[in-house]
């Protein structure tokens, strides 16, 4: 293999595209990550080609790329799957970010049945598979639950990734809006919000303004219902 072939396998081995508008996407391994299969997929030349369509829509952050077909994927759900099937050759990229919510300090409108629930599972970079929701932060029922991460510094964030409840129940993620301030108490900046419901096991990217800054980040749930509850398995804040 010639050196600039050699290269060129190298590049896409690691899975770092640089597109027109200098986004770099990332093949993301640290989960099986799995697509909406019943979503429009479209034929490009390369994978490249593919990074270039999600840089240029304004709330696309990540894409499933098939190696085989060259086949492109912009559009539905984002699930994970803790059984190992539905992989190759599809992959699933994201935009190369610094997750700075990391064992950072939680807060929580109530807590639902801890240790178990514990607040400290939105932020401490592990989505593991266990039955009751357990490892995952959860509020009880109440009027517009919420989880409060406090970054301990001002960032711009690109966008909050949500991971929804695995086991059960997943439709129980709907109406949330997250928000940023740089105090605990007010938060004038709208990141942006999923209408939902949810479904079991679901990834959900919210995509922040350009302007959007702050210290503590908001994830809440709002709407008439009295009683909501929120499960988040882990709660991601990703900054360039």
């Not at 990229?93 to 950072?104: D, G, R, S």
Request: charged share 20%; with cysteine.
């Amino acid at each position: 293999m010639s050196h600039r072939n050699l290269s060129k396998y190298f590049v896409l081995m690691c899975c770092l595209i640089l597109v027109k508008s200098y986004v770099i996407y990332q093949w993301k391994t640290d989960l099986n990550y799995r697509r909406q299969v019943t979503a429009v997929t479209v034929p490009v030349a390369s994978l490249s080609v593919c990074a270039s369509q999600c840089a240029a829509k304004a709330q696309c952050v990540s894409f499933f790329f098939n190696i085989r077909e060259f086949l492109c994927q912009t559009e539905g759900r984002i699930h994970l799957s803790f059984d190992g099937s539905d992989g190759e050759p599809w992959r699933y990229y994201e935009i190369k970010t610094q997750n700075v919510a990391i064992k950072k300090t939680v807060w929580m409108s109530t807590e639902h049945n801890p240790p178990y629930h514990d607040r400290k599972y939105a932020v401490d970079a592990k989505v593991v598979l266990d039955g009751w929701g357990s490892q995952c932060s959860h509020t009880q029922g109440e009027f517009n639950p919420w989880i409060l991460v406090d970054l301990g510094a001002i960032y711009n964030p690109k966008y909050v990734t949500l991971f929804n409840r695995i086991d059960d129940q997943g439709n129980r993620l709907h109406d949330v809006f997250v928000s940023l301030g740089e105090t605990n108490t007010d938060f004038p900046v709208d990141c942006g919000q999923y209408k939902g419901p949810g479904v079991n096991a679901e990834v959900v990217h919210i995509v922040c303004p350009n302007n959007a800054r702050g210290r503590f980040v908001k994830t809440e749930i709002k709407g008439p219902s009295s009683t909501k509850y929120l499960t988040l398995c882990e709660i991601r804040i990703l900054i360039s």
